[in-house]
């Protein structure tokens, strides 16, 4: 990308909703992820920027979050913005006020929004009742967009066979494993749809237990995406051929009863037994959105092919991108 190209707003980018994977396209991901590089380079000499000086997010999660939550509100201060945070236990949702009421009230005070809401379909919902720009932080079992941002951001920049160039993202040289809950994870949905953007596509390995498996509707979009796919419940048979594993929890809080839980918790653990037996390639990359339970133990953190630390770093680079290209900041003061 050129230099003027970096420092313009990106008419692709600017004043848009955030929402779906479904919105992107391969050149709105070589954008974004030239900005994210960018960012990532500013904050490691200059440390924080100006290019938001004067503008304010404001951070609404009605779901517990930790990285989510202030991986935005550091991007925006490193950028120069402000931020105001708004909890479901602080706001006027416990006195019946509607989503759309919210939003409407808020957008007054902030240039932008961010919303995480436990009912599917609730951000495109908010979205609908705005003027100004809404990120979808989560929208309960529905997608996580910014997540997929940076998960593919992270596959793009560390593994060694992954290229990014201006006419789209090279990955189908390697095969991406989806390993645990991919019913409920709305962070593999987002994943799922958004590898049905590129002319390239990595192969997808889907590992879960039968209880837990993708749902019909991502697995018709990747097929009618020509995404080659496949889907087992075997981890130790899947392991050997994974360039990335991306491995999720069983996400206690969706399910109806402990005992459905119960029946399918602790269904797959990545331990170094378990990558010295695949064995594992020495290349892969192994992801997790966290917060972790007990699926990943702790004696991977030391492997170098553990990436979610990484992964969780390169959140607030994509990010601090994404509130710059929306809200058409001028780049070339990063």
């Known amino acids: 990308m050129s230099k003027k190209q970096m420092t313009s707003p990106s008419p692709l980018w600017t004043g848009k909703h955030v929402l779906s994977c479904d919105q992107f396209d391969e050149a709105m991901l070589h954008v974004l992820f030239e900005t994210a590089s960018a960012m990532k380079a500013m904050v490691a000499t200059k440390r924080k920027s100006a290019i938001l000086t004067g503008r304010v997010l404001a951070n609404i999660f009605y779901e517990p979050s930790t990285r989510t939550m202030c991986s935005f509100d550091a991007a925006m201060k490193r950028l120069g913005g402000d931020v105001i945070s708004v909890s479901e236990s602080s706001s006027s949702a416990k006195k019946g006020e509607t989503i759309e009421d919210t939003v409407r009230c808020l957008e007054c005070y902030c240039d932008i929004l961010v919303l995480r809401h436990p009912v599917k379909g609730t951000a495109a919902q908010a979205a609908s009742a705005m003027k100004k720009p ?67 596509p990595p192969t997808l390995h889907l590992v879960s237990p039968a209880l837990l498996s993708m749902p019909a509707e991502i697995c018709d979009e990747l097929s009618k995406a020509n995404v080659p796919m496949q889907a087992s419940d075997d981890f130790a048979a899947a392991l050997p051929a994974a360039d990335v594993l991306y491995v999720t929890r069983v996400q206690k809080e969706r399910f109806a009863t402990e005992a459905e839980y119960a029946a399918v918790a602790g269904s797959y653990v990545v331990n170094a037994a378990a990558l010295a037996a695949g064995p594992a390639k020495p290349d892969m990359l192994i992801m997790h959105p966290l917060p972790r339970v007990d699926e990943i133990s702790t004696d991977v953190d030391a492997d170098p092919r553990a990436t979610y630390f990484i992964e969780m770093e390169n959140g607030m680079y994509v990010r601090m991108a994404l509130l710059a290209l929306v809200l058409g900041a001028d780049l070339s003061a990063l």
């Open 134 to 200: 809404l990120i979808n932080a989560g929208d309960g079992v529905g997608e996580h967009p910014t997540q997929a941002l940076l998960d593919l951001f992270t596959v793009v920049s560390a593994h060694p066979r992954a290229k990014s160039t201006a006419e789209g993202l090279q990955l189908d040289s390697l095969t991406l494993t989806l390993l645990g809950d991919l019913k409920h994870g709305r962070t593999v949905h987002s994943i799922a749809r958004l590898v049905t953007k590129l002319s390239r």
